[in-house]
């Protein structure tokens, strides 16, 4: 059974297991009018970039762009917090007819004057795209003024899909790689990628890794400093969470400076155990797997029989995924399974073609794969499955409320931590406390079912 409001030119981005050999269109530009659930390339940009802690954060543009901030996206820090503050050079009609270079020069002379950042972010918008704006020259003047790295984002909006912001926040970041002091660095030393610490989870995996004997050189980003990113170059891996936002600096570190990578998730408890198998395996270091196996072995020794009594709950009952970035998708298809709960829906903004691939390999028969949906899809197929509990982001949310189903923020507002050992009982409490509600048998949906 298919909606029927599906749009023709978006049917190759929906699949249904089992009703056709698998084949999915993805990582293209959104369609018009569609109304995808998708950021913007800028929005792209801050995602990655915002949780660096000690730099100047300045939006050229409308000040429309800049409501994007801290208090929708929080990213802790355990030190400074100058990445709190939005700045916006709040471009108006007289700035869009004359340009807006002259305000964004005084812009960051004055914010940089005035907060002694380690660098500062610049990032485009649409209109500075439209405008031409030479936001590079404007940015390499200030920093041979002020002699800090005072980095363009070139993030116009309009230029393609969140993915290119990714792309354009990691090229900003390569040009602080490389430039620090690397002395002293361990030869057992990572970098930890696109993990951005919304509810602490990079110190719980730091934590982890220093265990078992690895020395973290740099937060890329949550938690990020400046300094640490400078000197990322000397450690001797990067280990990349998620498929998308931060995959381009660690290519660019493999080609430029010999450092390989792997990709992990650090959400459910098997693919944060073998997070950190993978990391002792690549250092050929038999104590460093040890250590991990008994890290691991006591994390569940706690963690499991606590489960138990959710799972006991909440097995039969029927999830659907909708999530930024595919990798965290696989993780919760593990994380659900381990509850008992069917994945029935599951879909990304920017996964790939590999993604989908192993996607379908993990899901049930007849559970529905999507790219880029849009509300109305999403409405669909959630109602069409009977869906318990939604798990996305911040746009997501209103959509499951607007139906009757509970949901869990796996995303923007959250202030739990999810992933580690830890962050999966917290994931079980929060799925089995929304989806055993009472409030349910009073939202029209379910009373439709008691009346009929
Ligand atoms: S950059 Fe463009 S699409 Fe993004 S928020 Fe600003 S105006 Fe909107």
Not at 360 to 373: F, K, L
Request: some cysteine.
């Amino acid at each position: 059974m298919e909606p029927l409001h599906i749009l023709k030119e978006r049917k190759a981005q929906i699949h249904r297991k089992g009703d056709a050999p698998f084949a999915l269109e993805c990582n293209k530009d959104s369609l018009a009018g569609a109304v995808s659930q998708r950021a913007c390339v800028f929005c792209g940009s801050r995602v990655v970039l915002y949780p660096i802690a000690d730099a100047v954060h300045l939006v050229h543009g409308p000040i429309g762009c800049a409501v994007y901030t801290w208090d929708i996206r929080g990213a802790l820090s355990s030190g400074p917090e100058l990445h709190r503050l939005s700045f916006s050079t709040d471009l108006q009609e007289m700035d869009v007819i004359f340009g807006g270079e002259p305000k964004l020069y005084k812009a960051l002379i004055e914010l940089i004057d005035r907060h002694q950042p380690k660098a500062a972010f610049v990032y485009s918008t649409c209109i500075v795209g439209l405008i031409g704006d030479d936001l590079q020259a404007v940015c390499k003047r200030v920093e041979k003024e002020k002699g800090i790295p005072v980095l363009p984002v070139m993030s116009e909006g309009f230029k393609g899909n969140k993915r290119a912001g990714y792309k354009a926040a990691c090229n900003a970041m390569e040009k602080l790689v490389g430039t620090g002091d690397t002395s002293g660095i361990s030869k057992h030393s990572i970098n930890i990628l696109g993990d951005f610490n919304l509810a602490g989870e990079i110190w719980l995996i730091r934590d982890y890794y220093q265990r078992i004997g690895i020395e973290v050189v740099a937060n890329i980003t949550g938690d990020g400093r400046i300094d640490d990113i400078k000197r990322s170059h000397g450690a001797s891996l990067n280990v990349v969470q998620c498929s998308g936002a931060t995959m381009d600096l660690a290519n660019m570190m493999e080609e430029r400076f010999n450092i390989p990578n792997i990709r992990v998730s650090y959400f459910g408890v098997e693919d944060m155990a073998e997070s950190l198998y993978e990391v002792a395996r690549y250092f050929d270091d038999a104590e460093m797997m040890e250590k991990a196996r008994i890290l691991v072995r006591d994390e569940l020794e706690t963690l499991l029989p606590e489960l138990q009594q959710y799972k006991a709950a909440l097995t039969g009952k029927r999830a659907a995924i909708y999530v930024g970035g595919a990798f965290k998708a696989f993780s919760l298809v593990k994380a659900f399974r381990l509850l008992g709960m069917d994945v029935v829906m599951v879909g990304s903004q920017t996964g790939t073609a590999e993604d989908y691939e192993e996607l379908q390999e993990i899901t049930d028969e007849g559970t529905i794969i999507i790219d880029d949906a849009n509300p109305l899809e999403l409405s669909a197929f959630i109602r069409e499955k009977d869906v318990d509990i939604f798990v996305g982001g911040v746009k997501e949310r209103p959509i499951a409320y607007k139906l009757g189903v509970a949901f869990c923020d796996h995303n923007h507002e959250r202030k739990e931590l999810l992933a580690g050992f830890s962050g999966m009982l917290n994931f079980a409490k929060e799925v089995y406390s929304s989806v055993m509600s009472p409030v349910w048998q009073f939202v029209p949906r379910r009373a439709e079912e008691e009346i009929s």
